[in-house]
């Protein structure tokens, strides 16, 4: 005779129904509150988004004014002290834009230096001298992220050396004399 088999279930008496269904729920919960935050962080990332470039903005707007003063400082400053002429000041100006692309120093921060050297010399050619001097010596001491402010100050340290060697000679003994203490700000 043959076998007969049984289709019979034996359940152990736990009822899993439930659990099923509180993880549905935190299934779909968990999807609307995500849902949520990713509108939030949309709208915050919109609004700092926003207003980083509204930021970003204000300073360029601030830079280029910086620099249009500066420059506008350096030509009165090289018209009323050395007699310059409109020629002079261009090629004052497109030096310091060459000086950028081969160098680190930008022409902005050269600029702000040049209207201090251009202070305390008799002419163009010791002001054309003195500029990439600068700019080393702007390097050597506060480094290749040099701020035209520093580049000013450094100018002005180097005023009574400058105006004795009329832009040239003994700059250069002097920057060669700070670089060979490179770096500057090395701590012991």
């Known amino acids: 005779m043959a076998k007969r088999r049984s289709n019979f279930i034996v359940r152990g008496g736990a009822d899993f129904s439930g659990v099923k269904r ?18 939030l962080l949309k709208g915050a990332l919109a609004f700092f988004g926003i207003r980083a470039i509204r930021n970003f903005a204000r300073d360029t707007r601030q830079a280029f004014r910086q620099v249009a003063q500066d420059q506008q400082r350096l030509a009165n400053v090289m018209w009323a002290g050395m007699g310059a002429t409109d020629d002079a000041i261009r090629s004052t100006l497109g030096l310091m834009r060459g000086l950028q692309r081969t160098g680190v120093v930008s022409a902005d921060t050269l600029t702000s230096g040049a ?50 060697s009329n832009g040239w000679e003994l700059c250069l003994a002097i920057m060669k004399r700070q670089c060979s203490k490179w770096p500057p700000h090395r701590s012991a």
């Not at 509180?22 to 509108?39: E, H, I, P, Y």
């Not at 008799?122 to 506060?142: E, F, Q, R, Y």
């Open 115 to 164: 209207h201090t050297l251009s202070g305390f010399l008799s002419d163009t050619v010791a002001l054309k001298n003195a500029i990439p001097v600068l700019g080393n010596l702007g390097v050597a001491m506060h480094g290749i992220d040099v701020k035209g402010q520093q580049m000013a100050q450094t100018a002005e340290l180097y005023r009574g050396n400058v105006v004795r």
């Open 22 to 39: 509180g993880f549905t729920d935190l299934k779909k919960q968990t999807a609307v509150f995500s849902k949520s935050m990713r509108g």
